[in-house]
């Protein structure tokens, strides 16, 4: 008797702490279908859990499944996955229902979360999702931000999908230099003024090369000499056979446009013979417009197009500008220097000599002075110093 007793307890305890029992527990299905209407599939795990399960008239298709000991939730996302159906637990009840702003039970099975776009524009967000999403957002241009009513599992992946585009773009360190060389000056360096020598316990990692491409105006340097250029420069500007006329650094986001204009801006005074005159303004310099693309962590593309402009002599007519102009795309390396070169610049300038005084006076001044044009030409020169950040 006292044994009978004491299995009678030991039963009951192990039916108190079974799964389809205790209330801390999630029930468990153990069932097979086959072809099996999933509507009739959902009534057959109510009956079989306790649990309600409501589905709306969306809620269509069969399945083949066997499952054995699987928690509730678990089989009713096997048994709806094969369909794209979603479910939602209500209080002590399911609502099951397609996650389909069309679909009747769609308002209670979904929620709205709202994220704001960091780094991208919003339109740029849009066309970069998958269309998948585009039932279930609205978006604000204004505001950089979209919303999403889609069930948890939807904002769950497009909430990571988001934030996957949503980088910042790397920026690019421009560093310039724009300078003018006398074409003496040019001539007497010849190819010393790019030949640059290390010291023998220097260590270089990478093999040290060099591209020349004079004839397009380019040259491109697989080392950072930089530093060096510059040095030479300054010692040409000392001796007065080179002039700096900028030497700026910018900072741009990627694909973004740099602008440098570096001259002066020259007032003409226009009097046509049958008509008043005017005033125009004319900007006289180099110009120039650089647009990186970052490629990889460690080249850049660079889109620069300079244009030079300067006042060639005086004619009858006025002023002659001559304008150059170039539009080029070349790869470099991050901290790489490129240099345009190719470019001449001539400068007109009268210069008298004679006796002083007597020069000044007229008819006597033919007689006792002089003047003679003088032409110099310049080399200039642009180096570029892409870096990323």
């Known amino acids: 008797m006292k044994k009978s007793g004491f299995l009678i307890i030991i039963l009951v305890m192990v039916f108190i702490s079974s799964p389809m029992v205790r209330g801390d527990a999630e029930p468990v299905v153990n069932t097979m279908f086959f072809h099996t209407d999933i509507r009739e599939a959902l009534d057959e795990i109510s009956l079989q859990t306790g649990v309600n399960i409501i589905y709306d008239d969306s809620v269509r298709g069969t399945v083949s499944l066997d499952l054995e000991d699987v928690p509730l939730e678990e089989a009713l996302r096997r048994v709806l996955i094969g369909q794209g159906i979603s479910f939602r637990k209500i209080d002590d009840f399911y609502l099951v229902g397609m996650p389909d702003p069309r679909s009747p039970a769609f308002q209670e099975i979904a929620e709205s979360e709202t994220f704001r776009v960091e780094y991208i524009s919003v339109n740029d967000a849009l066309d970069l999702l998958p269309a998948f999403y585009d039932q279930f957002l609205q978006a604000s241009t204004t505001l950089e931000r979209i919303t999403i009513t889609a069930t948890p599992e939807i904002i769950e992946s497009f909430q990571e999908d988001l934030e996957r585009i949503d980088q910042r773009e790397p920026q690019v360190k421009l560093q310039m230099v724009v300078t003018e060389v006398s074409k003496e000056a040019m001539q007497e360096l010849g190819a010393d003024f790019l030949n640059f020598s290390f010291d023998i316990e220097e260590t270089i990692e990478d093999p ?182």
């Not at 380019?218 to 010692?235: A, M, R, S, Y």
């Not at 990627?254 to 004319?282: D, H, K, M, Y």
């Not at 647009?291 to 030079?308: A, G, H, L």
Request: net charge negative; charged share 30%; no cysteine.
């Open 208 to 389: 040290w090369e060099m591209f020349l491409g004079m004839a397009r105006g380019i040259v491109t340097l697989e080392t950072d000499v930089f530093g060096q250029f510059l040095t030479e420069l300054k010692l040409l500007e000392r001796d007065k056979k080179a002039e700096i006329a900028a030497d700026p650094w910018v900072i741009v986001s990627n694909r973004e446009t740099a602008s440098l204009f570096v001259g002066e801006e020259q007032v003409l005074i226009l009097e046509p013979e049958e008509a008043a005159a005017r005033v125009e303004r004319i900007d006289v310099g180099v110009e120039l417009e650089i647009t990186p693309r970052v490629v990889n962590n460690e080249e850049v593309q660079v889109i620069f197009s300079p244009k030079i402009s300067h006042f060639s002599e005086e004619g009858d007519r006025g002023f002659k500008v001559r304008r150059s102009e170039l539009d080029t795309t070349v790869y470099a390396k991050t901290g790489q220097t490129l240099m345009l070169a190719g470019i001449t610049v001539e400068s007109h300038q009268d210069s008298g000599s004679g006796v002083p005084i007597l020069r000044r006076i007229p008819i006597l001044r033919w007689l006792f002075g002089q003047t003679r044009e003088v032409v110099e030409e310049r080399e200039l020169l642009i180096f570029i110093t892409p870096e990323i950040w």
